[in-house]
């Protein structure tokens, strides 16, 4: 007998519906955890074998919460298959691959390992030149797999279609792929990808697995890729007794191959589905709720649904806005300060959502200056991250030439010709002369059995310090960092990254963008307080911020995250941040539809992760690359529909609260022929409009060469 389960009636008909199909739709917060492993617990309680019950995760730690949950309902829950998609193939790969040509031994590639076989594998095509592009190279690689598209046919579609870059990356992928088998190796793709090349290959394989799981439950339904799809549908196809669990408004991983058909057509996979949708929340407030269903009603591609409460009206979320990035950083620390202060929150209660990795920048610099600790979730701090590491590397060798770390480091970034090979030659120079390798690479002409290529190389590379060093003194910070950057390639190169793998690379550009305005910030600081802004003192500060970063790790803290991670978390006083035409929606004048569908999304994640208080901010100007430009609030702010019920607090000049959120008062006149500036392309001329009102779009051809059309409501144009 089961324990008294708590259920509510929605809850408990999906709970105790058995008859085939089924599509729960769960609301954020409405409890589909509780309602899946109550189901797997009746399951084993009525008489099913655990070993005939499968439950697909998408994280370990929701597959050993829901271990432990059933494990609490039914002790005697023993031989369960409850794993993540990957841990799944991995078993049944182990068990069987053996007979389409897998060893039983088989490692498993991380995404580090990946990138390494990647570049040898370049290496042996003669792309050696290229290897900077490895991560772009397997995030093309990664999504042929969600796509079920193995090398050979990836190659075969390449040649058919004679376009040179995608025939470089399937010869790369099959070379790629050659090497991981060689290696006895497999990569996450290949886990989906061979176990549903096994279970179509091998009739008897296939008939075992659907025959023994007579229950298959998956979580997360609508973050499933196609080969994830295709293995489920493979494995349920015998007893059909299939139940999938899902948020369509909570699909934002669609950059990653995630596929929102799969949960939205499941009823036509499925004629005979039964679908109970979740509704009844028990996270966050009524007020919070509202705001977030009256976002999400904008998107057209959703199955309805209205999530409510029984909970108190609690608090009214709060539009919060501020004159520039820095300023909303401070005034959310101060609002920090506030909740705390009172009791009311502590610092683990709070979470900083923004939509790219890059904002974090101001918001940790403010959080170290008030000495409020933080966590930074997903993503190393902005100072280690790679790009960061790198342009800095080159500050320290200006300042001390002696740095052998950061030469290291950056003496063939971006690639000049100076190998392991010559460099180990060089470093072997120093060792014999004793003398600084700085010093060995100033005698590269004297280094035995290294190219002319490299000796070239270094010689570039000490041009290139000894060039912007001569300005050490008389130079602005944030004019030696723009300099090395033009004249390092280190710009160009992120730039040309960015072209073919915009998630990853564009991430690395705006880093770039961010240590800038860091720089610039500095300088400011410097002024106010009567400084002279040398480099010394800003690498100086920068140590010293590193240190303070490492105090803060096992302390109670305020959390930093993109909504992305916040994903499944939920915090009882949330600040979604940078609600921005153009940073939140990110790129909203060029989006499709389906583009901006999924930014909503996302910002009704972020909302819906709120139990108790919602912050929503935004900042009238941005700073981009070290120039500010001005914003428009982001369009889910009105679509929101959130009213501020109290009035500024005292002292606090620097935010103006919002009463009701309005969109911009007029769009702005820029009909065709009119010279217009943009804040990122600067200036050009509107040579076409379409439409008129609140449905005008024009296209702008800018004095850069590029032409872009905009929705004239959204676009950030000003008339000059």
């Not at 589909?32 to 697909?56: D, H, Y």
């Not at 290496?123 to 193995?150: H, P, Q, T, V, W």
């Not at 793709?189 to 096994?198: F, K, M, P, Q, S």
């Not at 596929?259 to 979740?278: C, G, H, Q, S």
């Amino acid at each position: 007998m089961l324990p008294q389960l708590g259920l509510n009636p929605k809850q408990d008909e999906a709970v105790k519906y058995f008859a085939g199909p089924l599509l729960i739709l769960a609301g954020a917060g409405t409890g589909k955890t509780k309602t899946l492993t109550s189901k797997i617990a009746l399951l084993i309680a009525s008489g099913i074998p655990p070993s005939r019950v499968l439950a697909i995760t998408f994280t370990n730690k929701a597959a050993q919460e829901m271990l432990h949950r059933v494990g609490k309902l039914v002790p005697y829950s023993g031989g369960m298959w409850i794993h993540t998609f990957h841990a799944l193939g991995a078993r049944i790969l182990r068990q069987h691959g053996r007979l389409i040509g897998i060893k039983q031994d088989f490692v498993i590639y991380d995404d580090d390992d990946q990138k390494k076989l990647i570049g040898l594998a370049m290496e042996e095509l003669g792309f050696e030149a290229e290897k900077n592009k490895a991560s772009m190279y397997l995030s093309i690689i990664s999504r042929a797999k969600d796509d079920l598209l193995d090398a050979q046919s990836y190659l075969i579609n390449a040649q058919a279609t004679d376009d040179p870059a995608r025939l470089k990356a399937a010869q790369i992928y099959h070379r790629y792929q050659k090497k991981l088998n060689e290696a006895g190796a497999m990569d996450f793709g290949d886990l989906i990808v061979r176990t549903v090349e096994l279970l179509n290959e091998k009739e008897e394989i296939r008939s075992y697995f659907q025959e023994n799981f007579q229950y298959i439950l998956v979580d997360e339904y609508q973050d499933t890729n196609h080969a994830q799809y295709v293995l489920v549908k493979t494995l349920s196809a015998k007893h059909k007794n299939l139940c999938v669990v899902g948020d369509p408004d909570q699909s934002v991983y669609g950059w990653r191959g995630a596929d929102i058909r799969n949960i939205m057509e499941f009823e036509k996979d499925f004629p005979d589905a039964f679908t109970v949708v979740l509704e009844e929340n028990y996270r966050s407030t009524a007020r919070i709720l509202h705001a977030a269903n009256e976002l999400i009603k904008h998107n057209r591609n959703r199955r309805p649904k209205n999530l409510w409460t029984k909970a108190d009206h609690g608090d009214p979320p709060e539009v919060l806005e501020y004159q520039n990035e820095n300023d909303e950083a401070r005034g959310i620390v101060d609002e920090v300060k506030h909740l705390t202060g009172r009791g009311s929150f502590t610092y683990n209660d709070i979470a900083v959502f923004y939509r790219t990795n890059a904002q974090s920048r101001s918001f940790e610099e403010a959080c170290r200056r008030a000495r409020i600790p933080y966590r930074l979730i997903g993503s190393v701090r902005f100072y280690d991250r790679k790009e960061v590491k790198d342009v800095l590397a080159y500050l320290k060798l200006l300042v001390n030439p002696g740095d052998t770390i950061s030469l290291l480091r950056v003496v063939n970034t971006p690639a000049r010709g100076v190998g392991k090979t010559a460099l180990d030659r060089v470093m072997a120079y120093s060792r014999q002369k004793e003398m600084p390798l700085y010093d060995a690479l100033l005698s590269a002409e004297q280094v035995p059995d290294i190219t002319n290529t490299a000796r070239r190389g270094i010689k570039e590379f000490l041009d290139l310090l000894e060039g912007v060093k001569s300005d050490l003194f008389s130079a602005t910070p944030s004019a030696m960092l723009a300099n090395i950057l033009e004249k390092s390639g280190y710009w160009k190169m992120t730039e040309d990254l960015a072209e073919k793998e915009p998630q990853e690379s564009l991430a690395r550009l705006g880093n770039l963008q961010e240590l800038v305005n860091a720089v610039k910030d500095f300088e400011e600081h410097c002024a106010r307080d009567g400084a002279a802004p040398t480099l010394h003192k800003y690498l100086e500060e920068v140590m010293l911020s590193s240190q303070v970063d490492k105090l803060n790790t096992d302390t109670h803290a305020i959390t930093l995250m993109t909504v992305h991670l916040a994903k499944g978390l939920e915090f009882p006083a949330v600040f979604v941040t940078g609600l921005e035409e153009n940073l939140f929606p990110i790129n909203a004048a060029n989006a499709s539809e389906e583009d901006l569908e999924e930014e909503r999304r996302l910002a009704y994640v972020g909302m819906t992760r709120a139990r108790q208080r919602l912050f929503l901010t935004w900042a009238n100007t941005r700073r981009v690359y070290g120039t500010t430009y001005p914003n428009l609030g982001s369009r889910f702010i009105f679509e929101s529909k959130v009213a501020k019920e109290t009035a500024t607090r005292q002292g606090e000049e620097d935010v103006q609260v919002i009463t009701s959120y309005q969109p911009p008062p007029s769009i702005p006149r820029v009909g065709k022929g009119r010279k217009v500036m943009h804040p990122v392309h600067g200036p050009g001329r509107v040579v076409d409009q379409i439409g008129s009102g609140e449905l005008a779009k024009v296209t702008v051809v800018f004095d850069s060469g590029v032409r872009q059309t905009f929705m004239l409501k959204y676009a950030p144009l000003q008339p000059i």
